[in-house]
Structures are given as C-alpha cells and as structure tokens.
C-alpha cells in the first residue's frame, strides 16, 4: 500500500490540465495530417458515447427529434444563410477534384441551415409548432492553427445542437424548458455554478419592434420561471435576436460558456420560413431558437476532466473496475470475476448482446509485474474500483472492491461476484 | 373497418420500392443543395440509431473498440494511402478559404487511413495484437450526379466500419468471428439467404506469396468452419490482399452487397505498421482486416425497407403506437395511455430519464377527422400496432392492441394499459 500512497501523494499535489489527463488516461489523440480534429481514442469515445447516451435519452422527453443532416452544401445555401460572407475565412470550402467539376460547397460550420431545409420541407401549420431537432453532426471551423488547443480550440467538434421553430407565444415556456434542462444536466455533472445574462436588443437590428418586446419578455418571464439569478445585458444582443449566456464556474474558479440560447428573427426570414396559422394565412413567420446543453462536447469533456481530474464518476468512467490476480493462480477467477461483473461472456461471443444490456467496462491486469505497479498504474489510468484477487478471494468466492482514488482512508467492500455487479449497478442508477 | 381492408388492399398489390416508403413514411429527404447527401428526417433516424445501438452492443462483445475519427486530412496523408491518385475525381477537396491558406485537405471516402494513424500513434507488442477498432464516421465519395438515386447510390453515407490490425497467425479466428457476427446479425433481420465468396491472389500483387498462402489458407478455414457455402474466386482478389464478398438475397431475390471482409497487405506497408514480436524485434508487420456487417448504413437501410415493405418489425419501428380516441371523451384517457406506454410523462418532464430506459414511439391521432382516415393514414404511414380508444376502453381502463398490418384475421388482443406496456417489451425482448 505504500506505492499506492506515494502515487496519491503525487499525482494528488497538482492540478492537471485536461492535455495532461487525456495524454495519461488515453483519451485523444492529435495528428499533423489533420490539426485541430481530434481523434478520440477507445476510452475517450467511450465517455462521448456516454454523454450521447444521457443527452439522446433527455431529448426524448424535451420532444426533440433528431435528424441526421448533410455535412456539404453548396455555396448557394451559405450566400442565403449569410454565411459565405460572414464566415468567409473560418468556413472550409469544399470542391470535387475534376476540371469538370465546378461546383463550389462550404463543409457546415453550424447545423441551422440544414434544418431550415428540414423545415420547409413540407408545408407547416400552427399546430404542427414548436418543432424541435437535434443533431449530433461534426461541425468545422477553419481556426487559425496558431490558436487550436487541446480540446477547447478545435477545427472539427461536435454540438448537442438543437433548433426550435415556434410562434411567439411559444417562445416563454420553450426557454424555461431550455432552462429547467440545462439547470438538471449540470446538476448531474456537479457543475458547482453558473451566471445566467440575458443579451437584449442593440442599437442595430432586424425584425419588428413588437417581436423584440415580445421576445424579450417571453425570456425575461423564463428567466424569472428558473428561479436562477440572472443578470441584464442591455443592448448586447446579436442583431438578429436576445440571447441568454449561460456561464459555467468549473470547480477552479474559471469560467466557460458551455450552454446557449439564441433567438433567431433573421434565418426565418433569410429562408422565407412559414407556417399556415388559426387565421389560415399561410403568411406566418415561425421564430427560430438555437440551443445546446453541453455546447460542444469536446470542450465539455475538457471541463469534465478538469473537474474531475480524471477521477470519473462510475456511471461516465471509461475503466470501472480492474481486477488484479496477485499470482497466475488467481488468473481464472479472475476472469470469471470480469465477464460477471463486465456482464460479456468469457471468450467468443455465442449470442447477440441485447442492445439495452448494461454493461460495465472491466479490465483484467494480469502481466508478470509487482501488484505494486500495477496497482500504480490502474491509479494513473483512472480506474475507479480495483479489485485485488488473491487466494482468500478464491477460496471464498467474493471480490473486494475499492475505490482506486479514495486515498487511504477509503472502506473496501467485499462481495459475491453478483453483489459486486449488483453495487456497480446501482451507484450507475444513482447517476445514469 | 371497410376503409382499412380497402387500403390493405391498395398498399399490399404492388412492390414498393424504398424511395416511395422512404417518401410515405417521412424517413428522409433529399435538397437540391447537396445531392447525393441524405437528411434523415426524425423517423428514419430513429431506425438509423436502433441499428446504431444494436450494432454497438455486438461490438463489445466481439472486442472492437469504438473510435471518432476525424473527417478532413491533408493531402499528405492520402499520398500515403496512395487514395488521392488512385482516388481521383471520387474524391472530395477542402481548403481554408483565405489566400494564404494554401494547404489542401481530401474528404475522407474511408476511415482506414485514419484507423493506421491510431495504430502508429504508440508502439505495439504481439501481445496488443489483434486491435480491433469500429468507426461510424460519415464518408464521401464523389459520385457522379448522374448515377445517384434514393439510399443506395449517394455521396454522403455512414458504415459500421471495422479494422482489425493483427498477426498472419490471427486471421483465421478473426475470420471465423466476423463470419459468425455477419450470420447471427443477419438472422436477426431475417435475411433470407446470402452468398460467401473467396476471391484469392490475382497475377499482380504485393506482399510475400508466403503470406498470401498463409492468408488464403486462413480464409478457407475460417469459411469451413462457418459451415456456410461459400465459392471460390480464383485469381480475383485486390492486388493488395484476398477478400470474402458477402452477397446478400433479399426476399424479391435481388442480390446486394452489404457485408465485406477484404484483408490488406497494402496499407500496414504504406504507413510502415510494425509491432514488436515474441523475438522482440520490432520489425514485425501487422496485417489488416476491413470489415463491415451492414456495409453502408443508408443502404441497408434501404434494404430493410423494401424488404419489410415498411412493416417494420416492432424493435425497429419508428411508429410503434398509435393510439385512436374515437372522440373527444376519450382524449384524456388516450393520453394516459401514450404516457405509459411509452413511458415517458404527460406534459412537461419533471426528472431527468436514465440513459437505459427503455420508451416506446406511441402518438395519439386526436384530429377530429373519422376514425377510418386516421386508422388508414396510421397505416400508411406504418404504424405496427393501432390502439382504438372508444367507451369501453375508458370504462374497463383497458387497451387493445392490433397490429396495423395484420390483415382482417390478425387478432385484437386486450390488456390493462400495464399489461399492453409489458407486451410491448416482450415483443421487443424476443429481438433486440
Ligand atoms: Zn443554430
Ligand atoms: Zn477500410
């Protein structure tokens, strides 16, 4: 236990910055054939699945749909978007490589435009809104390689994007659900803190006055709903529309801008988007809202990790428990002890897996080194159990699981191989 | 019940094909602005994701590790890989759209090179061996604007693509594994019948005839032990590694190509993939496996469609339910069955949903249009199972459930809205 003390000592004594987690624990990788897109190695893409899992299991019942949208359009929708010229620069343009071929397309920076095609897809009525889509595309913007970092300055992420088209009477209860979203899921990730501004109407701007009143008190109203002291920022707003920030304090005092919500007069409009209202004009204009919870989920997995320090809650954990054999005669048991607590089958597969299964992430080390290493490096890898497998294990067929970064003083709790799997099963139902 | 037999009827005479499902059910939709790229509309994306989480499950179990990959990669990379000549018009370019920003990116057709980079980002030992790694990335290939049509022929489309980087000594159970994935998955989708086929060494080739040997007899071993047909096709694999084409029949007996299994000596070449041996020399070559079960998400999609003619079996439907109150009396209780069946809460969500929970797709058709319309559109639009709410329904606190296309003789079963839930998940349990 000495050793493990020591790496504690070590590893406890300074703060990480998440480079140095997602170097340590395997989680990212970077390439100069490609600078600014991240690779996400096996355990990072594990805890992006998870995130994807949580967020897609909520907007189920936020009844967002999600859609699947293109990556390329051609530059026609970007001079409508507005886009070609606003953007110019930080968008990538992308051509077919024949002389032939003169067709000139931007890869998409952001996901509105694809879903205003969406939405004008078929003819709209009153009743049809609010119609609310989700997205998990790759976005791309060509940053400046002098200013990419990390996970928090990229050229290609991804967003838990989401569009709302509504009436304007919507707008009210469709930010305090936005609200009430973004208040749960921070909850859940510990966020200690967040500041909420509300950005309204600058000296320059499109639309009606009336919209703007109305919009604004719709967002004051679910600003005053959420119960969360807000601040005013008056005449801060984008031309097109108030918007509220949504700043997160991460557990060292710094702040990011993680969530948003930003009213749209302008893309409606730009893409002449309609809706046949109770009077039956089809002459209606819908307002269009863009928001994300995480924001981009990169940089929302760089704040997790500098929060948790890669001491991952069980439920987001890419290695949940590693079992060690203190000798190659505790190896068997050791194996069964990871298929029973894993919930995969020893060996080759003999049955499809049950897409709903639970499964738990379960690493055996059983390389010829000392108990010691071992232990040291499951620590520096961030499991979150270990479980030591020796004779008295064997003999009375339980398993001992201990929190790897619970420090000296943490209880270890000894099990049956099924109690453990039942004990990992329900502090995952504490989370998610 | 006249108006219903007539429409079975009418749907039920002629084949039809996906774009016409694709079109009746609301599953995607095409814009002039990126031809050949799909936007899935909400109901095909729930289908996509039901492929999605079934196909991830298996993955686990069969040992591959999820990675995210980027989308863009420079030139460079393509010289390698030896794509960007080879390639050529099916290629897409990208570049930053300023002056000074001279460095040209390809759109990546497929994630292999991507995959060797991960291999080559740390030194590996015979004892990593094999690594598997799965990718769901979106790929393009420029295809000429004259031959794409519907989901099979696009620029813009997803695999359930894998790479296994392992020893001349692995291929053979890897083999078999695939093999076996391949079988098991496609049982599941009732895919009636399909063709094996071995294409070995062509006249022209690179490696060692001694791991071409090796390699081929691997295969055969592997297709033996599958205990499937399989033919031989002598002389025509790629230059680069012998293949196994996996045709697949679907039920009009139109043959496709979904499945693929093509080893490569080429690629751990070009970008010089080395591991360190049990001699501990770190010359050794790995070899590498493509692999995909489905092949192109957007085509087995396709498919699945015609196959089903839109009936989707109840795990994959993205109509699950549709609950019909005969009048406005009845309202209140159709939502309330909505609500347990589905499982997700009336009105506005109080608590977050675990990412596990399983929820049904259940809609209430409360249009005060007649019942026939709204039962004939619910089965147009292919709903597995109609819930008539009505008198009965309300005062017993029952539903019953009867399936869309069952035809006049299916049966109506009746249960307490309880039960009806529970049968939902039965149903779903006897396949994923
Ligand atoms: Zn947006
Ligand atoms: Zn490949």
Redesign the interface.
């Known amino acids: 236990d000495g050793d493990k003390d020591q790496v504690a000592a070590e590893t406890e004594a300074t703060f990480k910055d998440h480079r140095r987690i997602g170097l340590q624990q395997e989680l990212y ?1 970077i ?4 600078p600014g ?6 355990h ?3 805890i ?3 995130l994807l ?2 967020i ?3 907007m ?3 009844r967002f ?10 530059r ?2 970007w001079n409508t978007s507005g886009h070609w010229d606003k953007y ?2 930080e ?8 002389e032939a ?1 003169s067709e000139q ?1 931007g ?1 998409k920076p952001m996901n509105c435009p ?1 879903h205003c ?2 939405y004008r ?1 078929i003819d709209r009525s009153y009743r049809d809104l609010p119609i609310r ?1 989700a997205d998990f ?2 976005l ?1 913007r ?1 940053e400046s390689t002098t200013t990419i970092t990390g996970l928090t300055r990229v050229r ?1 992420f991804h967003q838990d994007d989401g569009h709302i088209f509504c009436r304007v009477d919507q707008i009210s209860v469709e930010i305090q ?1 936005a609200l ?2 973004i208040d ?2 921070y909850k ?1 990730f510990d966020v200690p803190s967040y500041r909420l501004l509300l950005s309204t109407r600058p000296e320059q701007y499109i639309g009606s006055l009336e919209d703007w009143d109305r919009a604004e008190s719709a967002l004051r109203e679910a600003l005053d709903f959420s119960a969360h002291d807000w601040k005013l920022n008056e005449g801060d707003g984008a031309f097109y529309g108030p918007k509220i920030d949504i700043l997160l304090k991460d557990q060292n005092g710094k702040e990011h801008q993680a969530a948003t919500i930003q009213l749209d007069f302008q893309l409606p409009q730009r893409f002449d988007l309609k809706y046949r209202g109770e009077d039956d004009s089809t002459e209606h204009r819908p307002v269009m809202i863009h928001r994300a919870v995480f924001g981009s989920l990169e940089r929302f997995l760089a704040i997790l990790m500098e929060q948790t320090q890669g001491n991952w809650p069980l439920w987001i954990s890419p290695r949940q428990v590693l079992v060690l054999p203190i000798t190659d005669q505790h190896a068997a048991y050791a194996e069964k002890a990871q298929s029973i607590l894993s919930g ?2 020893l060996g ?2 003999t ?9 738990f992430f379960v690493d055996v080390d059983d390389r010829s080194e000392t108990l010691g290493k071992r232990m040291r490096e499951g620590i520096q890898k961030g499991y979150t159990y270990l479980a030591v497998i020796g004779d008295k294990e064997v003999e009375s067929g339980t398993i001992s699981l201990k929190k790897a970064k619970g420090g000296k003083k943490s209880k270890q709790m000894t099990f049956t191989l099924e109690e453990a799997r039942k004990f990992l099963e329900d502090e995952v ?1 504490q989370y ?1």
């Not at 749909?65 to 051609?74: A, H």
């Not at 968008?91 to 024949?98: D, T």
């Not at 049955?351 to 499964?359: H, I, K, Q, V």
């Open positions: 990788m390439n100069e054939h490609t897109s991240i690779f996400l190695l096996p990072g893409t594990r992006y699945n998870r899992l949580f897609r299991a909520q189920k019942q936020f749909d999600e859609v699947v949208s293109p990556i390329i359009y051609k026609a929708l110019k620069e968008m990538f343009e992308v051509k077919g490589r024949s071929d397309y890869l694809g095609l969406i897809h889509y595309s790759p791309h060509n290609r659900q009430k979203l749960e899921v859940v995969l089958p080759a597969p049955r499809l897996l049950d897409s709903n299964a639970e499964t139902a998610h």
